[in-house]
């Protein structure tokens, strides 16, 4: 593809099930994990309810009206601080089209929506070895150093 069409980025409202049935379609393949993110697990009733709610974001980047890459963004309030900060949980690009800027039009994107919401910081985490996401973070923040512990509800 000599000169790819230019992604276009949406967010996506209770009414675009079917893009977010794509985005997950997208996280499925680029993180080699359709089982977690198996595009029919949620109901079309879910993902409106999830799409309508203010602390949730998902953002889909198009290039041809076909989702090649997403983000799915939380806004969390602060209890010690009148302010909030949004959590960049998953991000994602389709191999074939990355190298295009599209996770930085992304992030750019849900920077935008940080500045309309007031939130002080966007913040993300990268696994060690994402040698790809930590070099594209790195130029967009400034990096921390810490531990990430997952603890199951029951006892």
């Given at each position: 593809?000599?000169?790819?069409?230019?992604?276009?980025?949406?967010?996506?409202?209770?009414?675009?099930?079917?893009?977010?049935?794509?985005?997950?379609?997208?996280?499925?393949?680029?993180?080699?994990?359709?089982?977690?993110?198996?595009?029919k697990?949620?109901?079309?009733?879910?993902?409106?309810?999830?799409?309508?709610?203010?602390?949730f974001?998902?953002?889909?980047?198009?290039?041809?009206?076909?989702?090649?890459?997403?983000?799915?963004?939380?806004?969390?309030?602060?209890?010690?601080?009148?302010?909030?900060?949004?959590?960049?949980?998953?991000?994602?690009?389709?191999?074939?089209h990355?190298?295009?800027?599209?996770?930085?039009?992304?992030?750019?994107?849900?920077?935008?929506?940080?500045?309309?919401?007031?939130?002080?910081?966007?913040?993300?985490?990268?696994?060690?070895?994402?040698?790809?996401?930590?070099?594209l973070?790195?130029?967009?923040?400034t990096?921390?150093?810490?531990l990430?512990?997952?603890?199951?509800?029951?006892?």
């Open positions: 593809m000599d000169n790819p069409s230019p992604a276009i980025i949406q967010q996506l409202s209770p009414a675009d099930t079917e893009l977010a049935r794509e985005l997950l379609y997208v996280f499925g393949q680029a993180f080699e994990d359709e089982a977690t993110y198996d595009s697990a949620s109901s079309k009733d879910y993902l409106e309810k999830l799409l309508a709610r203010d602390h974001m998902a953002l889909v980047a198009l290039v041809d009206g076909k989702v090649v890459g997403g983000i799915a963004a939380y806004e969390m309030e602060k209890l010690e601080l009148e302010r909030s900060e949004i959590y960049l949980y998953d991000l994602a690009v389709l191999e074939s990355r190298r295009r800027h599209i996770a930085t039009h992304l992030i750019d994107a849900l920077r935008e929506i940080a500045v309309e919401r007031g939130a002080w910081v966007v913040f993300v985490q990268a696994d060690h070895g994402d040698d790809p996401a930590i070099t973070y790195t130029g967009l923040g990096r921390e150093d810490v990430h512990f997952d603890i199951k509800p029951e006892k």
